[in-house]
């Protein structure tokens, strides 16, 4: 059965204090590894894919790295508006073609202080 | 180019009523799944609807049911409500078939079942 552990459960940063949230996992042929963002209220909003070791995507403070076991997202210099709830989710193959489900961790909350 | 709408955006509910929730995808995309998040928790897959089938089902009960039309709109059912399904539902659209696999999210129906 695949599996998505996220760590810390919650990180505080000061403004500009760069950091790493974890996401390990285990899943059967793993076909992508996503990256979500959530605010309070609303729904996950994607940020990124990752489909094999050695990936690496970048989007204005964030980058996101990607193992056989394991990805990170790392935050430079991160702001207070980059406070949210950052998902991890991994999908495997699906035979039939289709769109396999998304298997999600409980997430990291991030607090960015001023 | 609208993207994922969930009505209604609140429900309060009490034990043992029905009630349908309602996903309209993302422009061009043919394929509905549907997750449950319950608070503090990361979302959990419900069940998938393409060409009007269901094609893939969570760990849940029969108690909940879902439908796809042929404009690729989608509903949820839950009949016999219970305290425990209080939480977000949520509807991510996507087009695996012409290669579009990232399942863009709704921003949810906050069920309260009292």
């Known amino acids: 059965e695949d599996q998505v552990t996220q760590s810390p459960e919650a990180l505080r940063l000061q403004e500009g204090e760069s950091s790493s949230l974890n996401c390990s996992y285990t899943?059967?042929?793993?076909?992508?590894l996503f990256w979500y963002r959530q605010d309070p209220g609303k729904g996950p909003e994607f940020l990124f894919t990752?489909?094999?070791a050695g990936e690496e995507k970048e989007k204005e403070r964030l980058k996101a790295t990607l193992t056989k076991k394991e990805s990170f997202l790392h935050i430079t210099a991160p702001k207070p508006e980059d406070s949210a709830t950052y998902l991890c989710a991994v999908q495997h193959y699906n035979s039939g073609g289709g769109s396999e489900k998304l298997v999600f961790g409980k997430g990291t909350k991030l607090t960015v202080n001023p | 180019d609208a993207g994922v709408t969930q009505s209604p955006t609140h429900l309060i509910k009490t034990r043992g009523q029905q009630v349908t929730l309602r996903c309209s995808p993302k422009s061009g995309h043919d394929t509905v799944s549907w997750y449950q998040q319950a608070l503090g928790q990361g979302p959990q897959f419900i069940f998938q609807y393409y060409e009007e089938e269901e094609r893939q089902r969570g760990n849940f009960p029969d108690r909940f049911s879902g439908h796809q039309f042929p404009n690729y709109s989608s509903e949820l059912n839950v009949n016999a409500l219970l305290l425990g399904d209080s939480a977000l539902y949520l509807c991510?659209?996507?087009?695996?078939?012409?290669?579009?696999?990232?399942?863009?999210f709704g921003a949810g129906t906050r069920l309260s079942v009292l």
């Open positions: 991510a659209s996507s087009a695996p078939r012409v290669g579009l696999d990232i399942q863009y």
């Open positions: 990752l489909y094999s």
């Open positions: 899943v059967s042929g793993l076909r992508g």
